[in-house]
């Protein structure tokens, strides 16, 4: 077996639903993100980590339901902002800073609702993988800096219907 066979391996064993996630990002997943290639989109992702932490496949597909997006704007200039809610503890976590965001009002808005649900996902795996790993030892999707428990910062109100 090859090096690059045997990395794959431990990246499939890795990633398999119910593994023990990794306490650091594949190389196959450094290698990618120094490429500039995809990697797993937040949602897709945030479902793993769920199913990680013990939940069935069928309670980690009801993980949309935990999603809250806001819409401003008139129909042809909508925009979006997401919170997603920890099933396990409550917790909010606000749609994070990314790639063709803007940020107004205390909120990140999306041209998309499925760019704002990604977001919101990235800030929760961001503060999770920042929870279990310490500080600068996790992969960071968000632009903004992932927090521990102690320090959740207060959602701003949603916008006027």
Known sequence: MTAEEAEAARSTRLTAPGAAPPDEPSLEVLTKIQKGENIAPPRGALYQEYIARGFTTEQAQKLKDY????????????KFSSVFTCPMSGEHFASGIMDNSEVWGGRVWYKNKKQSMNAAAA???DCFSFRQNGPGSSLQRCDDEPYFEDDIPA?????PN
């Open 123 to 125: 800030k929760a795996l």
């Open 67 to 78: 999603y809250t997006t806001w819409t401003i704007g008139p129909s042809h200039e909508m």
């Open 155 to 159: 959602l701003s109100s949603p916008p």
